[in-house]
Structure formats: structure tokens, C-alpha cells
């Protein structure tokens, strides 16, 4: 087997999605496998796993021995680095399904704290053009006084621009 061959279907990837599915009590409706690359010398493949709840895993495998036989190296949950405790081998599944649940607990609480940073993200609006806006009505009025008055000598120029152009034009025309 090689890095390229894993997919979806490979055994370790069902059997981590199928597990921590279950042990989170949270669907996994985004399963997109990555193109092998170099992590800490090691060549892995990335396999990024999108939680119900907006979480996201990246498991990081990798070929062990020359028994082609795949490892997690890595697990990355929501972009940090997670400490492997345990056994990632889906070989012998109890000590793998204990594996898998250290990593769903882990999801499970830090989910709350997830939430309310998601929550606390605000969505930038446009620009405030004046931030310094008159408080009375006096302010006001003297503020879209100058205002207009800016506008006049821009209609103005506008203006004289564009009879020089037109008299420019009619010059060539009559040529």
C-alpha cells in the first residue's frame, strides 16, 4: 500500500470516523482526504474530518515498516495539536476504540468553549466613512453646508471639463 492509495474507505479511516462518531454522539458529514505531504520528517497523508458541531480533525497517517501497514502519526483538532495517549491500531479494536474515546472526550469538552469562541467572532461590517458626526442640529447643518459647498466646485470643474472636451471634439470633427 502507498500514501496515495489511502481513501475514504480504507480500513483505519472507516474505522476511526465510524468510532468517533459514535463516541462523540456527533456526525461526521465531511470526510476529505489531502495530498500527502512532509510533517515533521515523516511523509503523511492528511485526512480532515469536519464535526456537526464546526470542529475539525486532521489525523496525520502514515506508512509504518515495510508491512505496509498504516499509522497515525499526528492529530490535529481545531488546528492544535492534540497529545497521542494510546494505541491507533485498528488491529485490535478495544484498545483502539479506547484510543479513539480519549480523543472524544477531549472533543466533547472542549466543545462548549469552542462554541462561544465561534460566537465571539464578529463579522466586520463596512467602514464608517465619518466618524466624527456633529452631536446638535447647528453642527449638522454647518457639516452638510461644507458639504454641498465641496460638491458645487466638483460639479463645477465636472462641468468645465466637459465643455473643453466637447469643444476639443467638435474642433476634430471639423477637421
Known sequence: MKLSDITVKTPL???FVKRLTQSTKQGIPIVQIEKTKRVNGASVRPVLMSLENGQSIRLY?????NDDHLDIFRIDLNGKQVPISG???NSYLPAFNLSVDAIANTIRSGQKAFSAKVAKQKIK????RNTNIPKNLAQQRN????QSK???EIIK???DEKSQLTAQ???LNSK
Open 143 to 146: 457639516a452638510i453646508l461644507e
Open 125 to 128: 461590517g463596512a467602514p464608517v
Open 87 to 89: 494505541d491507533f491500531d
Open 150 to 152: 465641496e460638491r458645487d
Open 61 to 65: 497517517i502514515r506508512l509504518a515498516g
Open 13 to 15: 479511516v472507516r474505522d
Open 169 to 171: 471634439l467638435e474642433q
Open 157 to 159: 470643474r465636472k462641468t
